[in-house]
């Protein structure tokens, strides 16, 4: 009888433990109001390619096919870049011995509320960044509607022009009033036409365009340079409402010019972190991890030896796996699997090139699934036997 009564008590129990988990300890999930109802309809396969040195070839063609993005078309060119004068721009006119319609030479020249701009600075004003809240210094401040007013002559359109074309129009319009008129242009103050830089760059901000060609590696340059945690390779440049992904680190390490392209006022330049060039290594090694691509290089040598290998006694060395292109294609994507009991596989993970955000995943050994099996039942296994011993 007490055998018994002990027998439906641990029955008991151990119904109340399966159906009741808020009496264990630890943390858990109340399930009972969500509805779930599982993975509907037939469920997607894909197909797996086996790494090997046909792939790594061509990967390798296919790669250098796409190693050349399309680059921004230009309305300059590089060779003959002439800077042309906008509403905002501000102009110095010299008319030689002719003090009273030359502009002002005084040491400083004026910016607005209580500070005052040297001409020396203002003269550097094209090869630095804008000043913030500049006003006009003593010049000639292109008006809103392109044009400029000069003694003797009125106003004169601008806007569009070069400072050689707003100079050969000023020294013909001063002939009526001046014999041989000398007359030099020049620009004081570049503040119409802007270059926006943005992202992991140390100094982000506006960027003056002046008669010096602006690129792109003088705008990241300009901009104090790019933090520790910058992306080279993906250097956005955003083009009449277009984006095109730029090379940087191409143009810095291996000398690529073309991707050096020259900038026009309303370029926006954002150079990105690294968050959109990791690699996600994940299953049977030692320190799962998320890592970041060296200069767009990284291959599965580098994921594994960077999560401190596969473990010895679960992973199943013939399942590596590189699953690629699930957020661009989530329906298609493509897996690759490498053998490393083969004997060309150690060559081949350092061929084989990962691409940001690839998974790379080291399957379980089929001893080591069991094993946990057995690791999780054990302890059920040892308490019924202890209870059947208590009721002998």
């Known amino acids: 009888m007490l055998k018994r009564n002990i027998t439906c008590l ?23 109001r969500l509805n779930d109802p599982g993975p509907t309809g037939p469920q997607p396969t894909y197909d797996v390619k086996t790494i090997d040195a046909q792939l790594i070839v061509e990967q390798a063609k296919f790669a250098a096919a796409m190693a050349q993005p399309p680059l921004p078309p230009s309305r300059y060119d590089r060779g003959n870049y002439v800077y042309h004068v906008q509403p905002q721009d501000i102009l ?38 804008a000043l913030p809240g500049q006003a006009d210094p003593f010049g000639q401040t292109v008006t809103p509607d392109g044009t400029i007013f000069f003694p003797f002559v009125g106003r004169i359109r601008a806007a569009g022009k070069t400072t050689s074309q707003i100079r050969d129009e000023l020294s013909v319009a001063l002939v009526p009033y001046i014999k041989n008129p000398q007359v030099d242009v020049r620009v004081l103050a570049y503040r119409s036409q802007m270059v926006d830089v943005t992202g992991d760059v140390k100094t982000p901000g506006p960027l003056a365009i002046s008669d010096v060609p602006l690129n792109l590696s003088d705008a ?12 080279l390779q993906r250097v956005r440049l955003t083009r009449d409402k277009k984006l095109y992904i730029l090379n940087a680190d191409a143009m810095l390490d291996r000398g690529d010019t073309s991707q050096n392209v ?50 010895d006694t679960d992973a199943n060395p013939r399942q590596i796996f590189v699953m690629r292109g699930m957020r661009d294609n989530p329906t298609s994507p493509e897996i690759f699997r490498l053998d490393l009991t083969q ?19 080291v399957g379980t050994a089929v001893g080591a699934t069991f094993n946990r099996m057995i690791q999780q039942i054990l302890p059920t296994l040892q308490s019924v036997f202890f209870i059947k011993e208590l009721t002998n």
């Open 220 to 231: 990241i340059a300009r901009s104090g340079g790019t933090n520790p945690d910058s992306d």
């Open 343 to 361: 004997p060309d596989a150690v060559m081949l993970t350092s061929q084989f090139q990962l691409q940001p955000l690839d998974v790379v995943y």
């Open 92 to 129: 110095g006119i010299t008319v030689w011995n002719h003090p009273e319609l030359t502009t002002q030479s005084g040491t400083t020249l004026s910016t607005g509320g209580n500070t005052t701009q040297t001409i020396a600075s203002t003269l550097q004003q094209p090869y630095t960044t």
């Open 262 to 311: 020259l900038l026009q006022p309303g370029d926006v330049i954002n150079v990105p972190d690294r968050t959109d060039s990791r690699i996600f290594v994940m299953g049977e090694v030692k320190t799962p991890s998320t890592m970041n691509m060296l200069k767009g290089r990284f291959t599965i040598a580098d994921a594994l030896t960077g999560a401190g290998g596969i473990l």
């Open 10 to 32: 641990f029955l008991v129990a151990l119904t109340v433990f399966l159906s009741a988990c808020a009496v264990a300890p630890g943390y858990h999930l109340d399930t009972s």
